[in-house]
Structure formats: structure tokens, C-alpha cells
T-cell receptor, first 110, second 114 residues
Framework: EDQVTQSPEALRLQEGESSSLNCSYTVSGLRGLFWYRQDPGKGPEFLFTLYSAGEEKEKERLKATLTKKESFLHITAPKPEDSATYLCAVQGTNAGKSTFGDGTTLTVKP | EAGVAQSPRYKIIEKRQSVAFWCNPISGHATLYWYQQILGQGPKLLIQFQNNGVVDDSQLPKDRFSAERLKGVDSTLKIQPAKLEDSAVYLC????????????FGEGSRLTVL
């Protein structure tokens, strides 16, 4: 069974203070690893797909990286509008469904 | 492009009552998903449709939950009878096809069971 563990559960940063979120996963054959952003009262919004170890994707202040066992979401010089819950999901080659972690709630203070 | 539409946004019921949620996916998306998200947790897949056929319903509590996607477009998720532990947000998502991980989610239907 596919498993995803995200850490930390919550992260509080000052504006401009860079940090990273971790997503550890167990899957039999990785088809893809996905990052989503979820704002309070909203559904998750797709950010990135990573397919293989060594791959990186960037979008504004966010950069996602992937190894064989984990993925990191690096946030550079965050702003208050980056405050949200960030969800990681994996899809194995044996299943057509995505398994989600419980997310990291990021709060960026001005 | 219109997003995934869900209704109602909020519903409060007593335990043992029934409730139904509706979802209209993005036009042209063949795959539709219902997820349950309990407060503080990630979404958990309940059921996945490819057009109007069920692909995966292994996590659906079939004694009380049912779902259908007639005509391969919109879908309804029903809970009968509801239990206290069913309090959650029910998220509908769609994708172009099965196997793609880029899911487009609706805003969800928040259920409170008293």
C-alpha cells in the first residue's frame, strides 16, 4: 500500500525566511509525485508533478525536488500570501489513484 | 474554463439522517473522484469513475455510502444513514483520464453530523 508522510505538520516563518517542507513516500514503482496547495475552505490546487529522482520544478518562490525516497518543497523568501497547507501525493504504477499525505500548514508572518 | 462545481457547500444533519452531494466536473474530463477530507488530514479516496464506470471503490463504506455517475458527466454521492464520524469535507475532483495525477478539485461540501 502506498504511504506518504509529510513533515513538519506546521511551520511558522517570518516573511523572507526561507525553508523546506518534506514529503517521504513508500510506493511500489513511482508513476508520479504531486504537490498541491490548499487554502482554508478551498479544494487543493495543483502545483507540480515530479516523475523521477533528480527532477526539479519551479514556480515563483517554490521549488520542488525529488529523490528515490522523498521530495522537498523549498520556499525561498516567502510572503504572507504563501500561507496555506501544502499537500504531497504519490501515484504508483500499480494503482491509478493518488495517495495524499496529511499536509504541512505554512504560516508566513509579515 | 469553468472549474469543478459542487453543491451544497455546507450541510448540517442529525445522525441517522441521509444527505446527498452533487458534482459537475470540468467539461471533457473522463475521470471523476470523490475524496473525504477529515479536519487536519489529507484527502482520502472514496470512489473513482472512468466515464460512467467505477474504477476503484475499495475505500467506500458501501453499507452507508453510494455514488453514481449517470451518463458519464455529473455525479452524486449519498450517505445513508450518516454517522458522527462522517463529519468531513467531501471533495470532488476530475482529470482528463485515469492515471494522470493532475487533479482539479472543487471547493468541497462540508458535512457536519450532530
Amino acid at each position: 500500500e502506498d504511504q506518504v508522510t509529510q513533515s513538519p505538520e506546521a511551520l511558522r516563518l517570518q516573511e523572507g525566511e526561507s525553508s523546506s517542507l518534506n514529503c517521504s513516500y513508500t510506493v511500489s514503482g513511482l508513476r508520479g509525485l504531486f504537490w498541491y496547495r490548499q487554502d482554508p475552505g478551498k479544494g487543493p490546487e495543483f502545483l507540480f508533478t515530479l516523475y523521477s529522482a533528480g527532477e526539479e520544478k519551479e514556480k515563483e518562490r517554490l521549488k520542488a525536488t525529488l529523490t528515490k525516497k522523498e521530495s522537498f518543497l523549498h520556499i525561498t523568501a516567502p510572503k504572507p500570501e504563501d500561507s496555506a497547507t501544502y499537500l504531497c501525493a504519490v501515484q504508483g504504477t500499480n494503482a491509478g489513484k493518488s495517495t495524499f499525505g496529511d499536509g504541512t500548514t505554512l504560516t508566513v508572518k509579515p | 474554463e469553468a472549474g469543478v462545481a459542487q453543491s451544497p457547500r455546507y450541510k448540517i444533519i442529525e445522525k441517522r439522517q441521509s444527505v446527498a452531494f452533487w458534482c459537475n466536473p470540468i467539461s471533457g474530463h473522463a475521470t471523476l473522484y470523490w475524496y473525504q477530507q477529515i479536519l487536519g488530514q489529507g484527502p482520502k479516496l472514496l470512489i473513482q469513475f472512468q466515464n460512467n464506470g467505477v474504477v476503484d471503490d475499495s475505500q467506500l463504506p458501501k453499507d452507508r455510502f453510494s455514488a453514481e455517475r449517470l451518463k458519464g458527466v455529473d455525479s452524486t454521492l449519498k450517505i445513508q444513514p450518516a454517522k458522527l464520524e462522517d463529519s468531513a469535507v467531501y471533495l470532488c475532483a476530475s482529470s482528463l483520464r485515469t492515471g494522470t495525477g493532475e487533479l482539479f478539485f472543487g471547493e468541497g461540501s462540508r458535512l457536519t453530523v450532530l
